[in-house]
């Protein structure tokens, strides 16, 4: 993956039939679920006393409900046994499900179809801790981004597939719609199929204790959550993703019919809308992070999923237009506000829940990621819970309609969001990160490989503008904690970048001897934990462009500490304007998507380190590129 495409995946076995799986499970989910849904819209089936509105979020509730109980339970099985077999066993699970659905159907029992929404919501509680479990035993560090992509972007196709051939399937005309019954049972066994060619993935904890008492169970899963601050941050930023958009997908049939007037035709080509965007911005993510977790993206889709949510509000008409035809709709010059709202709600989704996820897994613990995964499922089904009685209070008592319900949820999205990057600020600070190495320079990168993915190590590079150790940081796959002149790091602005980067202010002894000792302990520190260090050799910003004499400070620190140094040379940021090449009153805007250069060049044992070698390699990497 390194040198190609996240596509590059469906050519590998130990991808594209889990790929299979997942996608053909999410297919006949969706097909039952739309053609239940169509069926309960479009011809006011009564369950409960409820109206149509209340049962298309009753059933969503139906549906996820195993996720709130079992979820703990099929974790700790997810962990603890071999995860093919088990998902061959699910597959057969489902197929029994489907049957039951038939069933459903030919006796014309809204209860009884309830019931399988139910079984089909355990089944997916129970693949749920497998299907992320098992992408980090299958994938490479490399390829999890992309991979995760992947899956999320099929998934979303698939749902898009069964949201168009549910409603249409559940149309036909028949004594009963023994279509949908046939393609949920032909899917199933297709997914069945898939998952015979699913390579063995062995148990990450054969030894567990398997505890029966869900409630327990669920406590402790969601401990493990909190072992890591991280994990915990982005678990809830996932379950809110899921609060958000479910409030948003599921009222679209409604939406269709009661607010624009549509039929089922219309009601597929908005999901579709929703479910493009959601895929394209899943995809998109991996050349965006450059095949890394990029935590940046997720305040980028926080702001696109707001914005675009209240103009969704504003697009929406007073009154429908009874009647109106999806090619009408389409083709309607008033409605392109609510098509470009739905698709881009979808693209800004892809861009905050592929990173979170991918984030989540790569920093779980491999015994009992599983179970973290299961307990994110628990808190996705409590938030989707909410999330349908909001809508049925909402839609219900308070008297409101589906466009107020778009507001609220925007409304709510800005706050949530607000609160979790005041509380985690990396995630803005890496947004900032990633708005300048994509707006203000493409940067090329050699030798990346050339960074250990693990284990303590310094980056020591050369010192070309005050935006270096951003560049840097924004490239190289692990966080890097870096020491600079504390002019530099307390710049207005910048610093809320560098403090929240967990940077190290430094002065020379005769400027602040206490800053220059403290930043000694902390550089100690960040080795000791194993860590990446990086460091500026120069001491301070090149003023003519030229590498200036590396301080022995280096040697110090590896005297004390035996690391492996790796050399970097930052080129053709000269004459930024972020440089000092001119004064500052005469420095011009460096023209857009400028390209600069990263060189990487090979770790030097701690043996071998000097001030003196280190200036030769970064010197060498830079040569005669400024």
């Known amino acids: 993956m390194s040198g190609g495409s996240q596509f590059d995946l469906f050519a590998k076995r130990r991808f594209m039939p889990f790929f299979m799986t997942q996608a053909l499970g999410?297919?006949?989910?969706?097909?039952?679920?739309?053609?239940?849904?169509?069926?309960?819209?479009?011809?006011?089936?009564?369950?409960?006393?409820?109206?149509?509105?209340?049962?298309?979020?009753?059933?969503?509730?139906?549906?996820?409900?195993?996720?709130?109980?079992?979820?703990?339970?099929?974790?700790?099985?997810?962990?603890?046994?071999?995860?093919?077999?088990?998902?061959?066993?699910?597959?057969l699970f489902e197929v029994v499900i489907m049957l039951l659905a038939t069933l459903g159907f030919w006796i014309g029992s809204v209860s009884l179809l309830m019931f399988v929404l139910f079984l089909l919501g355990l089944q997916s509680t129970i693949f749920g801790p497998i299907k992320y479990g098992i992408l980090p035993q299958i994938l490479k560090r490399e390829e999890?981004?992309?991979?995760?992509?992947?899956?999320?972007?099929?998934?979303?196709?698939?749902?898009?597939?069964?949201?168009?051939?549910?409603?249409?399937?559940?149309?036909?005309?028949?004594?009963?719609?023994?279509?949908?019954?046939?393609?949920?049972?032909?899917?199933?066994?297709?997914?069945?199929?898939?998952?015979?060619?699913?390579?063995?993935?062995?148990?990450?904890?054969?030894?567990?204790?398997?505890?029966?008492?869900?409630?327990?169970?669920?406590?402790?899963?969601?401990?493990?959550?909190?072992?890591?601050?991280?994990?915990?941050?982005?678990?809830?930023?996932?379950?809110?993703?899921?609060?958000?958009?479910?409030?948003?997908?599921?009222?679209?049939?409604s939406y269709t019919q009661n607010v624009l007037g549509g039929d089922k035709d219309l009601m597929s080509s908005l999901l579709a809308l929703f479910i493009i965007g959601i895929s394209a911005g899943s995809l998109l993510c991996e050349k965006l992070s450059g095949k890394q977790v990029e935590i940046g993206l997720v305040p980028f889709g926080a702001i696109g999923l707001t914005l675009f949510g209240l103009d969704l509000y504003f697009a929406s008409?007073?009154?429908?237009?009874?009647?109106?035809?999806?090619?009408?709709?389409?083709?309607?010059?008033?409605?392109?506000?609510?098509?470009?709202?739905?698709?881009?709600?979808?693209?800004?989704?892809?861009?905050?829940?592929?990173?979170?996820?991918?984030?989540?897994?790569?920093?779980?613990?491999?015994?009992?990621?599983?179970?973290?995964?299961?307990?994110?499922?628990?808190?996705n089904a409590l938030f989707m819970v909410v999330a349908a009685v909001m809508a049925m209070l909402i839609l219900g008592p308070a008297g409101l309609g589906i466009p107020d319900l778009f507001l609220i949820s925007a409304i709510l999205n800005a706050v949530v969001a607000t609160y979790i990057f005041t509380l985690v600020p990396e995630f803005l600070m890496r947004f900032l990160v990633w708005m300048l190495i994509h707006t203000i320079y493409r940067v090329k990168v050699t030798g990346l490989d050339n960074i250990p993915e693990e284990g303590p190590v310094i980056v020591a590079s050369n010192h070309v503008s005050f935006v270096d150790p951003l560049i840097l940081g924004g490239m190289i796959r692990r966080p890097v904690n870096f020491v600079m002149y504390y002019k530099i790091y307390r710049l207005p602005l910048l610093n809320f970048i560098f403090r929240t980067g967990k940077a190290i202010p430094i002065a020379g002894r005769s400027e602040d001897p206490e800053i220059l000792e403290n930043a000694y302990k902390r550089m100690h520190g960040v080795l000791a934990a194993g860590d990446v260090l990086g460091i500026f050799p120069e001491g301070r910003i090149t003023q003519d462009g030229e590498i200036s004499n590396f301080k022995p400070g280096i040697d110090k620190v590896i005297a004390e500490q035996p690391v492996p140094v790796v050399p970097v040379a930052l080129c053709n940021l000269w004459g930024s304007l972020f440089s000092r090449r001119d004064p500052l009153h005469k420095r011009r805007p460096y023209k857009l998507w400028s390209v600069i250069e990263l060189r990487i060049g090979e770790a030097i044992p701690p043996e071998q380190v000097s001030a003196e070698r280190l200036q030769q390699e970064v010197e060498r990497l830079r040569g005669d590129d400024h």
Not at 68 to 76: D, E, K, N, R
Request: hydrophobic share 50%.
């Open 144 to 253: 999890l981004v992309g991979g995760n992509a992947l899956i999320e972007m099929g998934t979303f196709v698939a749902i898009l597939g069964g949201t168009i051939a549910g409603p249409q399937l559940a149309g036909v005309e028949v004594s009963w719609p023994y279509w949908v019954s046939a393609g949920c049972l032909a899917t199933a066994a297709a997914g069945y199929a898939a998952s015979l060619r699913i390579p063995r993935a062995d148990p990450v904890a054969p030894d567990l204790k398997i505890n029966w008492n869900i409630f327990s169970e669920t406590v402790h899963n969601l401990k493990f959550i909190n072992e890591n601050a991280t994990v915990l941050n982005s678990v809830l930023g996932i379950s809110w993703f899921w609060f958000f958009g479910a409030t948003f997908l599921v009222q679209i049939p």
């Open 26 to 91: 999410a297919f006949n989910d969706n097909i039952f679920k739309n053609a239940l849904a169509a069926m309960l819209v479009f011809e006011g089936s009564k369950l409960f006393g409820f109206n149509t509105d209340q049962l298309v979020n009753f059933s969503a509730m139906v549906f996820i409900l195993p996720f709130f109980l079992f979820s703990a339970l099929f974790g700790q099985l997810a962990d603890k046994y071999e995860k093919s077999m088990q998902i061959r066993r699910v597959k």
């Open 317 to 379: 008409p007073d009154a429908p237009t009874v009647g109106i035809t999806a090619l009408e709709f389409l083709s309607g010059g008033d409605n392109w506000r609510i098509i470009i709202d739905l698709l881009m709600i979808g693209v800004f989704g892809g861009f905050y829940i592929v990173p979170l996820y991918a984030l989540v897994q790569s920093r779980s613990a491999p015994d009992h990621r599983s179970r973290v995964i299961a307990g994110l499922n628990i808190l």
